[in-house]
């Protein structure tokens, strides 16, 4: 009788590390899916989104937003850009707002931007950006572009900081495939909190 004691200790220890286990590796697998398939964390490198999303800013991406609709103009995103250094493909997550959509007509004059011919009213914009008192140069950072007419499948991106940004002013409409998906809130500094 004494011999089963310790039987049944080891049985029931067993019992409980396999139980531990199967919930520490469901939990990781959950984990993984959701980041791969629905919210995954940003870190905001660059100066790019001044005045929205500032460097060591952390953000959720929303990445069902775009397979369930489509985005809207105004949406801060993050997208693949793809681009080849040689024979060596290189993947950049870059963070933007959708100016223009499918099918529009875009051009920027002296930093206003029209779409379609209206002008269009951006108020995620910094004061300062909307100063015509300033040269044209230190306002928005790049000349003048357009007529662009997007495809049925792509979106213009612009940075909200236009003098700091790399964006489709440079490398033209981005396809919405590449598009990870729409950031929904800042989680930190927890002094940055805020919905996008």
């Given at each position: 009788?004494?011999d089963a004691a310790p039987d049944l200790r080891r049985v029931a220890w ?41 460097g060591d800013d952390r953000v959720l991406v929303n990445k069902l937003s ?131």
């Amino acid at each position: 009788m004494n011999d089963a004691a310790p039987d049944l200790r080891r049985v029931a220890w067993l019992k409980q590390v396999r139980e531990w286990l199967v919930v520490l590796v469901t939990a990781v697998f959950i984990a993984m899916a959701l980041r791969t398939f629905v919210v995954q964390q940003f870190y905001i490198a660059g100066p790019s989104m001044e005045a929205t999303l500032f460097g060591d800013d952390r953000v959720l991406v929303n990445k069902l937003s775009y397979r369930f609709g489509s985005p809207s103009r105004g949406d801060v995103i993050v997208f693949d850009r793809i681009t080849l250094n040689g024979d060596t493909v290189q993947h950049d997550d870059l963070i933007k707002r959708v100016i223009g959509l499918p099918g529009e007509t875009l051009t920027i004059t002296n930093c206003v931007v029209s779409i379609n011919g209206t002008v269009l009213d951006e108020p995620w914009l910094d004061n300062q950006d909307l100063d015509s008192t300033l040269e044209p140069g230190l306002r928005c950072g790049a000349g003048d572009v357009g007529p662009t007419t997007m495809g049925d499948n792509e979106v213009f991106l612009i940075g909200d900081n236009r003098p700091m940004s790399f964006d489709s002013r440079m490398f033209g409409p981005v396809d919405i495939d590449l598009i990870v998906g729409r950031a929904a809130v800042v989680i930190w500094p927890p002094s940055s909190v805020t919905t996008l």
